[in-house]
């Protein structure tokens, strides 16, 4: 799986039975996490979200879930401790999905953006963006159409960033559109993007370091191949 990333894509909304599994794996910080959300759905969701992270990590090390830990870097991102460190792992959730991605051997990232309604995405993308990409999104057909290609792009630029460990506002206004391989700037680097197909609304894409090819698998849930 080094030059392979894996991907799955689940419902955050689950059975009774499956939620409590999932709690039933996380540790005491993030149950404690999970619980400061205000509502019951957010804090379902953040549980579906790294519970499966959890299964799905333990899983490809052949380890119980609960076992694991992650340490956050210089920027806040987790990484797996030894002896788990050589799989990568990343981890995003965005309106009723979750996204879980794991690489050996290279650093991941995944981000999954739900397309708001509203709002003013040539705005945002001409203050944010690199001019080729206010441009496209500009040039949407229309205000649908125009949120879509803004939140494409924020999932590439995000996922990037994930794969990097770094800071997200240093680098929105790296160019994401034109290729597939991007360089961050903080931290400075190549990294290798790639689109997935999602359901409707949704935006996701994966990074992996460095500029060589890969292949995604892509999954709909914990085990359900595509």
């Given at each position: 799986m080094r030059d392979a990333v894996r991907v799955w894509i689940v419902a955050a909304a689950v059975p009774a039975d499956e939620?409590?599994?999932y709690r039933a794996v996380l540790d005491a910080d993030e149950r404690d996490r999970a619980a400061r959300f205000d509502t019951e759905a957010l804090r379902d969701r953040f549980t579906v979200a790294h519970g499966a992270l959890r299964v799905?990590?333990?899983r490809a090390t052949g380890t119980s879930p609960v076992a694991l830990t992650w340490r956050r870097g210089r920027y806040g991102k987790p990484a797996l401790t030894a002896?788990?460190?050589?799989?990568?792992?990343s981890l995003s959730y965005s309106g009723n999905l979750v996204a879980v991605a794991l690489s050996e051997g290279r650093p991941v990232g995944v981000d999954i953006q739900h397309v708001a309604p509203g709002g003013d995405p040539v705005s945002a993308s001409t203050r944010f963006f690199d001019l080729r990409e206010a441009r496209h999104v500009a040039a949407g057909p229309d205000p649908a159409g125009r949120a879509l290609?803004?939140?494409?792009?924020?999932?590439?630029k995000e996922a990037a960033v994930k794969a990097a460990g770094g800071r997200l506002w240093p680098n929105l206004g790296v160019p994401v559109h034109a290729g597939d391989v991007v360089e961050c700037v903080e931290p400075a680097g190549p990294h290798r993007l790639a689109d997935l197909p999602t359901a409707a609304g949704y935006a996701v894409a994966v990074a992996l370091a460095g500029d060589r090819p890969y292949t995604v698998e892509w999954r709909t849930g914990p085990g359900h191949d595509r």
């Open positions: 939620l409590a599994r799905l990590a333990g002896p788990w460190s050589g799989l990568h792992t290609r803004f939140t494409r792009l924020w999932a590439r």
